[in-house]
């Protein structure tokens, strides 16, 4: 990496960029992918001695023996060191940029990529305050999920496998937050896409658990779409794909509020949907949940899910010049968390709970970005990869230890099913704190990270309704008010899962109720640090009305406004436009007054009041073991049970449709018109040669008559002619 | 004199040539061929080519000639009398063809040619009339064909070795 | 003389041509061939009268050709005759498949 030259973009004034050289950058994105390729090695050895010992007509076990084989020991250390080493490489640049206070972003060019037309792209990446936050996020998450993964899954064959693929995806997922441009986004926005394909289908032996895989390609692959097509209308507007130059020229060249800038900024945002599971592009998700439960925490919840937000915070200038599709953006994000919200009410399953939670926290998200809080998005983004990590990573101990239990105790009852659960508070002392910890901090608990996060969120929604000149007052009323109802249903939701799972009877198989036992320390400590960081995850940027009450702790919080301020280089220029636009945003609720103080505290005293009123409600219930549970519910209840029917809608409306289709194809246009073609040409053919092959009897005379009529007929056009 | 020789020679030239084609067994159109070739030697003759005359003579009608008969002795062919003429639409056909090719040739040689053809190039006969009373018959062929042509000439040669060794091999029998 | 020469010449051609046409056996066919050469041959005489001495050099090549292709002709049906105990060309139709 000897050759990463800071070099400024074209745009860029030179004077700028001279205060802060990035400390090795390169490095940290090649680390994961060194890593990749190191654990692929052993994966690749680890798959050789198998299928070897398949031939041989045995299977291999490689715990059989008294020592682990080295193929299943050196990823222990590969996996989480090189996040270890890429996250103290991020934490330096961090440390130089903050010292650096830079305006514009630093552009490091390696190569050129490729040139074609007027089309150059760069092998460069780009740091500013905004990529450097998802690189924390991504690194520091992404480490202590390869250490909890050590423990996880120690006794899975594939371990350098997982290891391998786990690797593969936090490098793409480097890629999509440092690149320099949409282009090289793009490649880690693939990237990204095949490594939850392969992780989501990581059992590939399970049907069911491979074609969620597909599912989530598939799925992906509709929004994908959208992004090319805004690269390329990005293109034809910009002559380049370079963010530098977009966003500088991004006011001069598009008319605020015009076709392009909107067909654009839908277009990412048909991407963005689909790659952070957005209505109607959500239901990959959910099944998504078929991969290991690390897997679920870092690409399903922490980071992958939120490069839509980053992709639409990294776009704010376009956005921003978009109010229609800025609309948009937040309706579907909060119609997204509205739905997913209550469709958690009624999942049986830990994960999907957790999932379609996921599903909601990033509607809260797009609905933050969508009204142009983008800082409140990313802070948000940001707190949730806290405690949404850790709630999967609980979840994934309760699985484990669920799994074990069953495992040993031979029964075939569903460890994810959380009817199958219940008082394992006493067994899994850690996890149940710490998964508190994290179920107060999603509902919005005053002091834990939630709570600051998705009330800037919904208070800024509040904000932009009442901005003067917002044509879209109306809706972003709505809006707050749908926002303030999700957020008390994840309040209920959230609580609902701990009291099944921690509290009341133990419904465990009686014989795996002893061989219940708290996760290793391997798995634990990273459950803590995140703990750690879902309490204090918040105070970085506690907003200004709080941070002299009693909300914020009378001033004594060190870091209020701060993630503000840090971000300001990178959403000034949208806030700028976004205010010529619409006026300045009236820091009042709508319809009924208040300042930020009082809907604040109202909001976590209302959410305190749904957790409590959820413990005491639901706690006193008697529930039933899911092999005894027969009740269909029926009337809401079973709609939302079923997923309001998304996926029922989607096998009817377009599976089915183009199943269909597909037959009608088969039957009609290939097999009678184009195999039809075919034969015909093959028949018709044979029938001309046939018929020429008349004129070859055989014989000397024939030829020689044909010959001479030849012969007559050149010379006769030369001497007649 | 000339005009007379040129109409004997021609009569008997295109009576053999009739001869070839319409006998009925090969002997005989080889005999009939060797007339017409004895016949355009001599008109050879008088257009003053007296050295292929003499070559027409010696190697066609002679050398080659021969050949043919030896090959039609050799494969037994007299027996074979069956008439071998296709006759009915084929012979029409041939026909057809037969006139179109007069027609073209005799436009170009007689329809097309007002100028040039029908005198005798006096000059030119004039000239080689001269070049062979100094160098002979022989030596007015000899000398261009061992200057100007003489690649080709070499090149004949050695197509006569090939069509040798050709020969060679095509009728040596399989064994 | 010439113009007369020159039309002996296409006459013998056309009657060779017939030859060649009509007649099956290949020993005739050839013998047809030898006289369409001689037709030429002829052609080319007359013509050396009123263009040069090339015409004549230009028979003494055809003749080398004429009897370069007897030898290898009658060596083919010497050949073809080894195998199909006659001469009649249409029994010679493998060309056909």
Not at chain 1, 208 to 218: M, Y
Not at chain 1, 462 to 491: D, H, I, K, R
Not at chain 1, 638 to 667: H, M, Q, T
Not at chain 2, 27 to 37: E, I, K, P, R
Request: glycine share 10%; net charge neutral.
């Amino acid at each position: 990496m000897a050759l990463a030259a800071s070099m400024p973009g074209p745009h860029l004034p030179v004077q700028e960029v001279a205060h802060w050289e990035p400390v090795l950058p390169g490095l940290i994105v090649l680390l994961p992918l060194l890593g990749f390729v190191a654990n692929g090695i052993l994966a690749l050895r680890a798959a050789a001695r198998s299928s070897a010992a398949l031939r041989a007509g045995t299977d291999w076990d490689p715990f059989a023996g008294p020592a682990r084989p080295r193929t299943h020991t050196l990823p222990t250390w590969i996996g989480p060191g090189v996040m270890f080493v890429a996250f103290v490489l991020a934490l330096w640049n961090f440390a130089g940029l903050y010292g650096a206070e830079l305006h514009d972003p630093v552009v490091v060019r390696y190569w050129t990529w490729i040139v074609t037309g007027n089309l150059q792209i760069d092998a460069a990446i780009q740091l500013d305050q905004l990529s450097m936050i998802m690189m924390l996020v991504v690194t520091g998450v992404g480490f202590l999920i390869h250490v909890f993964s050590v423990g996880y899954m120690k006794d899975d064959t594939g371990y350098p496998r997982y290891f391998a693929y786990l690797n593969l995806f936090v490098f793409f997922m480097l890629v999509l937050v440092m690149g320099a441009g949409y282009a090289m986004m793009f490649i880690g926005w693939e990237g990204v896409g095949l490594c939850s394909y392969l992780l989501i289908g990581y059992w590939f032996t399970d049907r069911e658990k491979s074609d969620a895989g597909k599912k989530a390609f598939i799925v992906n692959r509709i929004g994908d779409l959208g992004f090319l097509l805004a690269m390329f209308l990005l293109f034809q507007a910009f002559g380049t794909l370079d963010f530098g130059p977009i966003f500088e020229g991004a006011e001069g060249r598009l008319a605020a509020g015009g076709a392009t800038v909107t067909a654009i900024t839908l277009l990412l945002m048909l991407g963005a949907a689909g790659k952070s599971a957005q209505v109607p592009l959500h239901v990959w998700l959910p099944d998504a949940m078929a991969g290991p439960t690390p897997v679920s925490a870092l690409i399903h919840a922490a980071t992958m899910v939120t490069a839509g937000v980053y992709m639409v915070a990294r776009s704010s200038v376009l956005y921003a010049l978009a109010p229609t599709s800025q609309a948009v953006v937040a309706g579907v994000g909060v119609l997204t968390a509205l739905l997913a919200a209550t469709i958690a009410l009624q999942q049986h399953d830990i994960k999907k709970v957790l999932a379609y939670s996921t599903v909601s926290q990033l509607g809260f998200m797009f609905l933050g970005a969508g009204v142009g809080a983008f800082t409140a998005a990313i802070f948000h983004l940001m707190t949730h990869a806290f405690f949404k990590a850790l709630l999967f990573l609980g979840a994934g101990a309760v699985i484990h230890a669920m799994h074990h239990a069953l495992h040993k105790a031979d029964s075939h009852e569903d460890a994810q099913d959380m009817r199958n659960m219940g008082g394992l508070k006493d067994r899994m002392r850690i996890t149940w704190v710490v998964m508190w910890v994290a179920t107060l901090a999603i509902a919005g608990i005053w002091p834990l990270a939630g709570f600051f996060s998705k009330d800037e969120i919904i208070w800024y929604t509040a904000a932009w309704a009442g901005a003067p000149s917002n044509p879209f007052g109306t809706l972003y009323t709505v809006y707050w008010l749908v926002a303030l109802v999700t957020a008390m249903l994840t309040a209920f939701y959230m609580t609902r899962l701990m009291v099944i799972t921690f509290h009341g009877q133990s419904r465990v198989d009686r014989n795996a109720r002893p061989h219940l036992h708290e996760a290793p320390r391997v798995m634990t400590v990273p459950l803590v640090i995140l703990a750690v960081l879902s309490v204090f995850g918040g105070w970085v940027n506690v907003p200004e009305p709080l941070a002299e009450s009693f909300l914020g702790l009378f001033g004594a919080l060190p870091m209020s406004e701060w993630l503000h301020h840090w971000l300001e280089p990178v959403t000034h220029d949208a806030a700028a436009i976004q205010t010529a636009a619409l006026g300045e945003p009236v820091y009042g609720a709508p319809l009924v007054g208040g300042g930020e103080f009082a809907w604040a505290l109202a909001s976590t005293l209302a959410a305190a009041v749904v957790v409590l009123a959820a413990l005491r409600a639901l706690g006193g219930r008697k529930y039933v073991a899911a092999a005894r549970d027969t009740a269909v519910p029926g009337g809401l209840r079973g709609i939302l049970a079923n997923k309001w029917y998304f996926d029922e809608a989607f096998d009817a409306g377009i599976v089915r449709p183009v199943l269909a289709a597909s037959r009608w194809c088969w039957k009609v246009v290939d097999t009678v018109l184009i195999d039809g073609f075919v034969n015909f040409v093959g028949n018709f053919t044979r029938l001309a040669g046939w018929t020429v092959s008349l004129f070859q009897t055989g014989q000397a005379n024939t030829y020689a008559f044909v010959l001479t009529l030849g012969v007559l007929l050149v010379l006769g056009a030369a001497v007649f002619l | 004199m000339t005009e007379i020789l040129f109409v004997l020679f021609a009569v008997v030239a295109l009576g053999g040539a009739f001869g070839v084609v319409l006998s009925r067994t090969p002997v005989a159109s080889l005999l009939f061929m060797v007339a017409t070739l004895a016949s355009v030697a001599g008109i050879y003759v008088l257009f003053e080519a007296h050295f292929l005359a003499a070559i027409q003579v010696l190697v066609y009608a002679g050398a080659i000639m021969v050949l043919f008969l030896f090959v039609i002795m050799l494969l037994n062919l007299g027996h074979d009398y069956r008439a071998d003429l296709k006759y009915g639409l084929w012979s029409l056909l041939a026909l057809v063809v037969a006139g179109l090719t007069a027609g073209v040739l005799g436009q170009a040689f007689w329809g097309a040619s007002d100028t040039g053809f029908r005198g005798d190039g006096a000059a030119v006969a004039a000239a080689l009339d001269a070049a062979v009373r100094e160098q002979g018959a022989a030596g007015v062929i000899a000398e261009p064909l061992f200057t100007d042509y003489v690649v080709a000439f070499e090149l004949m040669g050695l197509l006569l070795l090939v069509a040798i060794v050709a020969a060679v091999v095509l009728a040596k029998p399989k064994t | 003389m010439l113009a007369y020469a020159l039309l002996l010449s296409a006459a013998l051609f056309v009657i060779g041509t017939l030859g060649v046409i009509v007649r099956r056996n290949a020993i005739i066919i050839f013998l047809s061939i030898e006289l369409q050469l001689n037709a030429v041959n002829l052609a080319f005489v007359a013509l050396s009268r009123y263009t040069g001495i090339e015409g004549q050099l230009f028979v003494f090549f055809v003749m080398t050709v004429a009897a370069a292709e007897a030898a290898v002709g009658l060596a083919i049906i010497i050949s073809i005759f080894r195998h199909y105990k006659t001469v009649n060309v249409d029994r010679f139709n493998l060309l056909k498949w």
